[in-house]
């Protein structure tokens, strides 16, 4: 083998839900090394939504974690270079790299968002995706969109 398999990195669960899959997150949001600031967003989104959320017995984090994985995408296509042109790849992702995908798509779709906050950009943003729509689960079918279109060309994965 070429390539030396890296460690899994671990991390800490966060101190108010005591899940490392927030810590997770919340490093994904983080600029500048602010982790403070990044806890805060992610804590008042939760709170946002436990405002937003009227008849749903689901806590916060639960409608947190059911939005990420509607966001989270199966498969990604890959440029590949055959002969003079580029030809989009479809191959699958791996389980690790789908969560990081997800988390980076809500992120950004958030931050396009007009709300006036960053928290409650990212309580919107997560609501929706929990719902099955908004701009995150719509970026995530144009890429299960363009690996179904080049579906021809999968067997170039190697």
């Known amino acids: 083998m070429r390539k030396v398999k890296k460690k ?11 899940d490392p899959l927030v810590t997770r997150f919340v490093n994904h949001i983080m600029k500048n090394g602010k982790k403070n600031i990044a806890y805060n967003i992610f804590y008042n989104a939760m ?3 436990d405002i937003i959320k ?19 995408p199966h498969v990604e296509v890959i440029s590949r270079r055959m002969g003079g042109s580029n ?14 995908k997800a988390m980076k798509l809500l992120i950004s779709c958030a931050s396009i968002r007009t709300e006036k906050t960053m928290a409650n950009k990212l309580a919107y943003e997560i609501w929706d995706a929990f719902q099955e729509q908004g701009e995150a689960v719509k970026r995530k079918e144009n890429i299960h969109k363009m690996a179904e279109a080049n579906k021809a060309f999968s067997h170039f994965r190697f």
Request: no cysteine.
């Open 54 to 72: 009227e008849k749903e017995e689901k806590s916060a984090l639960e409608i947190w974690k059911e939005g990420l994985k509607n966001v989270t």
């Open 8 to 18: 899994e990195k671990v991390y800490f669960p966060d101190p108010k839900f005591n």
């Open 47 to 49: 709170n946002k939504i």
């Open 87 to 100: 030809i989009q790849v479809p191959a699958p992702i791996s389980s690790n790299s789908k969560i990081t």
